[in-house]
């Protein structure tokens, strides 16, 4: 953490971290018992296709809801969970959920969709990740081609061979693999072929400041050409407005994600939701 800091000094000796710290300690004591307590649940972001408006897939995201201190973000206790390897059970309880969730819909008569569960990168490397996945499926009675993994660009700092192989036994077992929050990263392009992977996700940073900042832009319309000339479908996180919208329909962004069409939602609603067939309202269609 220091050498991010780079420089900075102040930071590096700020009288705050003794105290973030042992929050950091607390957070991790309470995250022990979130799942027994039952304190921590799913919701559900929709995927719709910018040809079609229809709704191809939504993406499940961990909620943690403290009794005492109330909604405890993501982006605040995932990091705890891997360092301290809580993410083991987590994920386990969040994979099970979603493909619990997945089966239940399709038993409701619901149409079918895939739903998308975010792996991080300490899950993703245990050993037995494949025969887990097999495994939850089975049990659950999920459809292997409705459980998508959204796995992070991180990946290709790691063994690439081992990367590789584990991507291949996963497609072997029917799942779909998408790599998440794409850019921000520094992937190397070549290995990227190499991964058996089906999406890229664009990540939310360049689409939200795209149509303000030239470099952006660039970027977005750069991830979209390389998706498809290795055909992989590309998805646009983050999409916010009307605009961001058209943007991306006239570049042919595949899907997109985000608070314009969908927040994301508890199950019933996102079971309703998908129930009315409600269609994205495509500009200029
Ligand atoms: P992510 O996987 O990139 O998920 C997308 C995040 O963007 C979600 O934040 C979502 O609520 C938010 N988002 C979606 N549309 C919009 C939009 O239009 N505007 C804005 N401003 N934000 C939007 P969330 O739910 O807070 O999750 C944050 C991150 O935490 C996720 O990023 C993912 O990396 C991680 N995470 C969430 N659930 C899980 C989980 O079950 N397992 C693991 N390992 N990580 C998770
Ligand atoms: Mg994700
Ligand atoms: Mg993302
Ligand atoms: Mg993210």
């Known amino acids: 953490k220091a050498k991010e800091l780079g420089n900075n000094a102040f930071q590096l000796f700020s009288p705050d971290m003794g105290q973030q710290t042992q929050h950091r300690v607390d957070l991790e004591i309470r995250l022990r018992s979130a799942i027994a307590e039952e304190q ?32 405890v973000s993501p982006m605040q206790f995932i990091p705890i969970a891997e360092d301290s390897g809580l993410i083991i059970a987590i994920g386990d309880w969040v994979l099970r ?27 993703f490397l245990q050993q037995d990740l494949v025969a887990w996945v097999a495994r939850t499926l089975q049990a659950t009675g999920l459809p292997p081609e409705y459980l998508e993994l959204e796995l992070t660009e991180s990946l290709i700092a790691q063994d690439i061979e081992r990367v590789t192989q584990t991507t291949l036994q996963l497609k072997e077992i029917g799942v ?50 390389l998706a498809h000339s290795l055909k992989f479908k590309v998805i646009a996180e983050g999409v916010e ?45």
């Open 40 to 71: 921590l649940y799913l919701v559900y972001q929709p995927k719709v296709n910018l040809t079609s408006g229809e709704i191809t897939g939504c993406e499940a995201l961990i909620r943690w809801k403290h009794p005492e201190f109330g909604m």
């Open 97 to 123: 959920t979603a493909c619990l969730q997945g089966r239940a819909w399709i038993d409701a008569g619901l149409p079918p969709i895939c739903i998308a569960v975010n792996i991080s990168v300490r899950q």
């Open 176 to 225: 779909k693999l998408s790599i998440d929050d794409f850019g921000t990263g520094y992937s190397s392009l070549s290995y990227l072929r190499s991964f058996h992977v089906d999406t890229l996700k664009i990540d939310q940073s360049f689409v939200r400041n795209m149509l303000t900042e030239t470099e952006n832009a660039t970027i977005v319309l750069a991830v979209i050409a």
């Open 241 to 285: 407005t009307e605009q961001h919208c058209k943007y991306l329909q006239m570049h042919d962004c595949d899907e997109i994600q985000g608070y314009y069409f969908s927040k994301p939602i508890a199950a019933t609603e996102f079971a309703s939701l998908l129930q009315s067939g409600q269609k994205l309202n495509i500009p200029g269609s």
